[in-house]
Nanobody, 117 residues
Framework: QVQLVESGGDLVQPGGSLRLSCAAS????????MGWYRQAPGKQRELVAG???????MYEDSVKGRFTISRDNGKNTVYLQMHNLKPEDTAVYYC???????????WGQGTQVTVSS
């Protein structure tokens, strides 16, 4: 059974930083592409950052230079380091994994990030 458990969401002031974590189990983490998505109220879920098993990354334009996705294969964990947070970053952030064995995708339960003064 594949499980993705996010943590690290919080209320933070504009300009602040947060690090989100996603612990994965039930997949061969080292060969699984991982991603972070977010969904703000009334908006569609969007891809924020992606990381391949080989280490290639991609970022949504509005977060380039502020967010960094990384992975620790020894801990089966993917991270999203967020700096210079803005109110428009407020959303529920979801971890996503692609199981390379069968190409199924999995989602975590989400973690709330609120950027407000």
């Amino acid at each position: 059974q594949v499980q993705l458990v996010e943590s690290g969401g919080d209320l933070v002031q504009p300009g602040g930083s947060l690090r989100l974590s996603c612990a994965a189990s039930g997949i061969i983490f080292s060969i699984s592409p991982m991603g972070w998505y977010r969904q703000a109220p009334g908006k569609q879920r969007e891809l924020v950052a992606g990381l391949t098993q080989g280490g290639s990354t991609m970022y949504e334009d509005s977060v380039k230079g502020r967010f960094t996705i990384s992975r620790d294969n020894g801990k089966n964990t993917v991270y999203l380091q967020m700096h210079n947070l803005k109110p428009e970053d407020t959303a529920v952030y979801y971890c996503n994994a692609l199981d390379a064995r069968n190409l199924r995708t999995y989602w975590g339960q989400g973690t709330q990030v609120t950027v407000s003064s």
